[in-house]
């Protein structure tokens, strides 16, 4: 027996929009769940830009989604370590973002003795900044980072992304990071948590095996690949899982919103 879609997480690069522009059947596929009001998150490992600055860069392409309806790795950062540690502490490498998240969850950013190491995307990494982090971690402070991903897209190619300068930062301190954002479960769970939704009736749709898909499965989620993103059709076969069901864009979903 077919379970029913209730509601619906999605990612965001790569299923909605390219490089700036909207993806076939995007604004169709928002457009229907907010029609059918099905509960909905639409969900980005991205930490440099807050909600606020996502809605507006997603209406710029004729995607009309709710501030609401987007759940940062920079939001999950800041919920995570509000459950950690209520009214703590970190020093932060990010953008705004990740500092509007901690600052609005009641965190002190500051140099100083703080309990946490944050580490975020940003497209201008100091040297300063990564050496203060490494001496920071090295006196005590626990290394947090909002997300593995280690390149990141750009009209030119890849870029840097936080995973690589974790790695550095890793290599300097002999301390690993916890990553929250996807494929962690801690990202997927609080994105459920905030639409009140459940695991056995949400979809999570993706463009990416190694992040979207097993993000999905671990959580307890159908998993539904789309094909305008990093994945192709041939790659599915190299994982040691599979998605539940795979479409050749989100056109393909309209339908069973």
Not at 31 to 52: H, V, Y
Not at 111 to 124: C, K, N, S, Y
């Amino acid at each position: 027996m077919t379970r029913e879609i209730r509601s619906w997480l999605s990612d965001m690069d790569g299923v909605l929009v390219h490089e700036g522009t909207a993806l076939p059947g995007a604004a169709e596929f928002v457009d229907a769940l907010k029609a059918a009001e099905r509960p909905f998150l639409i969900l980005t490992n991205n930490s440099i830009f807050t909600p606020r600055d996502l809605r507006a860069r997603l209406a710029a392409t004729g995607i009309d989604v709710p501030e609401e309806a987007i759940w940062t790795s920079a939001l999950a950062t800041a919920k995570f370590l509000t459950d950690q540690m209520p009214g703590g502490s970190a020093y932060v490498i990010g953008e705004a973002g990740l500092t509007t998240a901690l600052y609005e969850a009641g965190y002190t950013l500051t140099a100083a003795r703080p309990d946490f190491v944050v580490l975020g995307e940003t497209r201008t990494y100091s040297f300063e900044a990564l050496t203060q982090a490494v001496r920071l971690i090295q006196g005590g402070a626990r290394f947090i980072a909002t997300n593995p991903d280690v390149t990141g897209p750009s009209a030119e190619g890849d870029l840097p992304a936080t995973g690589a300068v974790a790695a550095m930062i890793t290599a300097a301190t002999g301390r690993k990071p916890y990553f929250v954002g996807k494929p962690n479960p801690v990202m997927m769970r609080s994105a459920l948590n905030r639409i009140g939704a459940h695991s056995e009736t949400t979809v999570m749709v993706g463009d990416r095996m190694d992040t979207d898909v097993v993000a999905g499965i671990e959580a307890g989620l159908r998993t539904f690949l789309v094909l305008t993103g990093s994945t192709r059709a041939a790659d599915v076969e190299r994982f040691p899982f599979r998605p539940t069901a795979v479409h050749d864009s989100v056109q393909d979903l309209v339908a069973l919103v």
